[in-house]
């Protein structure tokens, strides 16, 4: 079992930046595939980022080049940097947790975070 608690979330400026942080629980933090999903008002949950065990890093094209996502295995928490920051990154931000990585890799996360808000906005 996993349990997942995001921070770091606000109300930020266009062009600004946040970063936000999942801190997980568990011994086998370091063995699980983390990512970032988010969700604006609708339906749909967007793949953001997703970062393997082993540190390689997948982005969606939406935030290439602007966020990156990073682990701490010794503290137990991924985190999401996030700059130059648009109006169409508002949402609900989400961390995951996967041990699968067959799973992972099709955006299938058996753990979830309850999200954290992140508004960008004049």
């Known amino acids: 079992q996993v349990q997942l608690v995001e921070s770091g979330g606000g109300l930020v400026q266009p062009g600004g930046s946040l970063r936000l942080s999942c801190a997980a629980s568990?011994?086998?933090?370091?063995?699980?595939?983390m990512g970032w999903f988010r969700q604006a008002p609708g339906p749909e949950r967007e793949f953001v980022a997703l970062?393997?065990?082993?540190?390689?890093?997948i982005y969606a094209d939406s935030v290439k080049g602007r966020f990156t996502i990073s682990r701490d295995n010794a503290k137990n928490t991924v985190y999401l940097q996030m700059n130059s920051l648009k109006p169409g990154d508002t949402a609900v931000y989400y961390c995951a947790a996967e041990s699968d990585s067959v799973r992972a890799v099709r955006g299938s996360f058996d753990y979830w975070g309850q999200g954290t808000q992140v508004t960008v906005s004049s």
């Open positions: 568990g011994r086998t933090f370091s063995s699980y595939a």
């Open positions: 970062i393997w065990s082993g540190g390689s890093t």
